[in-house]
């Protein structure tokens, strides 16, 4: 079984503190574009992979809410043409509040797109402003109603902290606005300043006033102690989800399982051979366009490489390294290989260790990095 990630890199402008594979982009011509080049790669990689299975489909972004329904309902059937979709398949689509409709939503519904996960980010509009996103919240409640009115019983809302002039108690008003939703998943990300985004030039002019370490720490720990009281359990560093709504998709890529990814800027993950889109959207529609493959890179992990990746990415999940799975994987033992690695990690309370798992402890997740690095030997 696959996964298919499909990549839609258009957005109405850009977020000030991105540096995600997108573009600000306002053309119908463009999108249709760009439409036709991911159905010509759809066909090339049946060509050469064959009518794979497919359990989740995932229209990630940019803002693929910026897309006209059609096109996504066009998407979607060019792939049940050329794989075999599950007939419970998991179909997520990103929103964005500001680009939907009760109408877009109800085609969306209609088509297939049976998840959505909208980036609300924050409930003030102060904030959002000075995001640089193209939302206030009155759009963001508009399209929360609107996606439940359209039918979508799994949504997923996005939550940032850590942002410029947020204080834990604006952080703790979003907070109490997501749980009165009736909603199944939150994703939270905590700010951070990427190379060549907005944030960093006004960071390196002194123009941006980030929130002190203690502060951000008091924020992650209100979440993380906050989600878990109203029924969202953490299954991920990063995510909450009440009980069987985890990400499907998403759990594909801390599980070592493999993945197929369609557009630009998207790669993907088969017997242990990474292959990476070009990031240019031109360069990608033209390339499709002549019939040939989109990639501009090929990796094969070799073992320990591989060995690496299974291990910390199945610890950003809540059951951690499955030590069977391991040994079955790699045929030989976990401590065999990171027993150092694992034994200074336990005497610094990050990692715990049962019968069968080895997964972080609450503060492991705190300082999840410490604990993956310990892993890239
Ligand atoms: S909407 Fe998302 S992908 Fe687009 S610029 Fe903002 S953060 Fe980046």
Not at 132 to 157: E, P, Y
Not at 163 to 179: D, G, V
Not at 354 to 371: Q, S
Request: hydrophobic fraction near 35%; aromatic fraction near 12%.
């Amino acid at each position: 079984m696959f996964s298919l990630y499909i990549h839609i890199p258009f957005c109405r402008q850009k977020c000030f503190y991105c540096d995600f594979p997108s573009i600000a982009a306002n053309s119908t011509t463009l999108y249709n574009d760009y439409i036709t080049a991911v159905i010509k790669e759809i066909n090339l990689r049946r060509q050469i992979l064959g009518p794979l299975k497919i359990s989740t489909i995932y229209f990630g972004g940019g803002t693929p809410s910026l897309l006209p329904p059609e096109s996504i309902g066009i998407l979607l059937s060019a792939v049940s043409a050329k794989f075999i979709v599950s007939s419970d398949a998991e179909i997520t689509l990103e929103a964005n509040p500001g680009t939907v409709s009760l109408d877009s939503l109800q085609k969306l519904n209609q088509y297939g797109i049976n998840r959505l996960s909208i980036g609300v980010q924050a409930t003030q509009n102060n904030l959002l402003k000075f995001l640089g996103r193209i939302h206030n919240f009155k759009q963001v409640q508009t399209a929360v109603d609107d996606a439940k009115k359209a039918g979508l019983k799994n949504i997923s809302l996005d939550l940032m902290y850590g942002l410029p002039s947020q204080s834990l108690k604006m952080l703790s008003e979003s907070i109490n606005w997501f749980l009165n939703q009736d909603i199944q998943h939150i994703s939270i990300y905590g700010l951070q300043i990427e190379k060549g985004t907005r944030f960093a030039h006004m960071q390196l002019n002194n123009k941006l006033s980030l929130p002190n370490d203690e502060l951000v720490e008091q924020m992650y720990d209100y979440i993380t102690n906050t989600l878990p009281l109203h029924g969202f359990y953490r299954y991920e560093i990063s995510n909450f989800a009440k009980p069987t709504f985890e990400s499907r998709h998403n759990m594909t890529y801390w599980q070592d399982k493999p993945y197929l990814g369609i557009g630009c800027a998207a790669h993907s993950y088969y017997n242990q051979q990474r292959t990476y889109n070009t990031h240019n959207v031109y360069k990608y529609i033209k390339t499709c366009n002549d019939n040939l493959l989109p990639s501009i890179k090929e990796e094969t992990l070799d073992r320990k490489k591989w060995m690496e990746e299974f291990c910390f990415l199945a610890l950003r999940t809540v059951d951690g390294i499955n030590k069977t799975k391991f040994k079955d994987t790699f045929n030989c033992n976990i401590y065999d290989i990171y027993c150092e690695s694992i034994n200074k990690l336990k005497s610094q309370h990050l990692l715990s260790e049962d019968k069968e798992h080895l997964c972080l402890t609450p503060l492991g997740m705190k300082f999840g990095n410490t604990a993956f690095e310990s892993f890239l030997q």
